[in-house]
């Protein structure tokens, strides 16, 4: 069946193996970034985009140039090229699927049941890209690349359609938190920008999570137990206790919309010595500090009890980019209007996570985000109807057309 150019490029994205990896420091922090990156960079070449360049950290980049005599500011769309290290992008093998209700049979051995997965209530009558049960699909964020692409192709084949200079961006390392360390904003040189990377149809958003993560680090000391007592004071049990001592219900599990959280993302430890790593996320920048000062307190307190045995450290990672573009709400005004426009629903919700988009628009280029129109990213239960993709497309076509005539 012949399908939609966005979905022909989406569907051979895919199959590329782009998986990042946390405990990296090089960006890229996988090299097979660049099998993708170098695969974009003559797709753009081929579309006619100018200035189509590469870099050492795997960043691409390139530019339709205007076809309108007007003065018209750069307008930018990014997308990211990897993929979550949580689960494999490599053997990707994508299938389309009528859905008309029911479980969702991915293979033999995996189901997707309304009752646990109830937004497939949404889509019925669609048709999914889906995963076959063994990798992640890869629509975070290939879906947005492809969307990009698809819409740079329509305005190249319809040149009537009026349009400013249109910057291009994808970027690695983005799953890993390190998307924009090297993003080139000067060179970027737009005005504002989207990124293509959020959830079902409809999603816009300019809010995103204030995020750290946070080691602490615990001193034992190992005896042999058969001669332990009053001697052994073992590592892991002290990191258990400062983990207790955190509130229960600001847990992920426990959490939604512009609640935060502590994360206890992994552990480990011996009796000797034990490490605790966790995530710490707030929409607001005031209950994001407690959040620190609060771990930090305890380390304080358990130190006077057993003699300096713990030591901690945070690293912020991102802020809240809504701090920049509630000052710049005209860009996402733009985006609302061009949705509903094409009747579609908005929906304005905080990330509860962050983008690259965070980074960028406290590096100068105010970055909210638009909809991919996937679900369930990061596992084996990710997939995108068709139509949400070229709906993506349209609405990135329509943004740029809006804005050239404003």
Do not use: W
Not at 90 to 102: D, F, L, M
Not at 121 to 143: R, W
């Amino acid at each position: 069946m012949n399908y939609s150019d966005v979905i022909t490029r989406f569907l051979r994205y895919v199959k590329i193996d782009t998986q990042s990896a946390p405990d990296q420091e090089s960006v890229p922090s996988t090299h097979k970034q660049f099998d993708l990156a170098h695969i974009l960079v003559e797709e753009m070449k081929e579309l006619g985009l100018q200035d189509v360049r590469i870099d050492e950290h795997c960043y691409v980049y390139g530019t339709l140039p205007s076809n309108v005599d007007d003065d018209v500011d750069p307008i930018g769309f990014v997308a990211h090229m990897d993929t979550a290290p949580d689960f494999s992008g490599k053997g990707v093998n994508p299938q389309i699927i009528k859905y008309e209700g029911g479980p969702l049979k991915l293979s033999d051995s995996v189901l997707m049941d309304p009752v646990e997965f109830p937004e497939l209530e949404d889509v019925i009558g669609e048709e999914l890209i889906t995963t076959d049960g063994t990798t992640l699909l890869g629509a975070d964020n290939k879906a947005g690349i492809a969307e990009i692409l698809s819409a740079i192709k329509h305005l190249v084949d319809n040149p009537h359609i009026k349009h400013g200079p249109v910057r291009i961006a994808f970027t690695p390392d983005e799953e890993v938190g390190r998307g924009a360390d090297f993003f080139d904003v000067k060179g970027f040189d737009a005005k504002f920008a989207y990124t293509v990377d959020g959830g079902p149809v409809g999603e816009l958003e300019y809010e995103s999570f204030n995020a750290a993560s946070t080691v602490v680090h615990v001193k034992g000391n190992s005896i042999h137990p058969g001669s332990a007592k009053n001697k052994m004071i073992n590592a892991q049990l002290l990191a258990m206790e400062f983990f207790n001592m955190l509130p229960v219900q600001e847990r992920p599990e426990y959490t939604e919309g512009y609640e935060g959280f502590y994360l206890l993302h992994s552990m480990e430890g011996t009796v000797e010595e034990a490490t605790l790593s966790f995530i710490i996320r707030d929409h607001s920048k005031e209950e994001f500090e407690a959040k620190k000062k609060y771990m930090t307190a305890c380390v304080e307190f358990l130190n006077k009890k057993y003699g300096d045995r713990f030591t901690i450290e945070h690293k912020d990672s991102y802020y809240n980019m809504g701090e920049i573009l509630e000052k710049e709400f005209h860009i996402v005004e733009l985006a609302k209007e061009v949705m509903e426009e094409q009747g579609i629903k908005v929906d304005i919700v905080p990330i509860r996570g962050g983008t690259d988009g965070s980074r960028l628009s406290f590096m100068g280029l105010p970055t909210p985000n638009l909809f991919t129109g996937g679900y369930y990213y990061h596992g084996k239960y990710e997939m995108i109807p068709v139509s949400a993709m070229e709906k993506a497309r349209d609405v990135i076509v329509g943004i740029i057309e809006k804005h050239a005539q404003k």
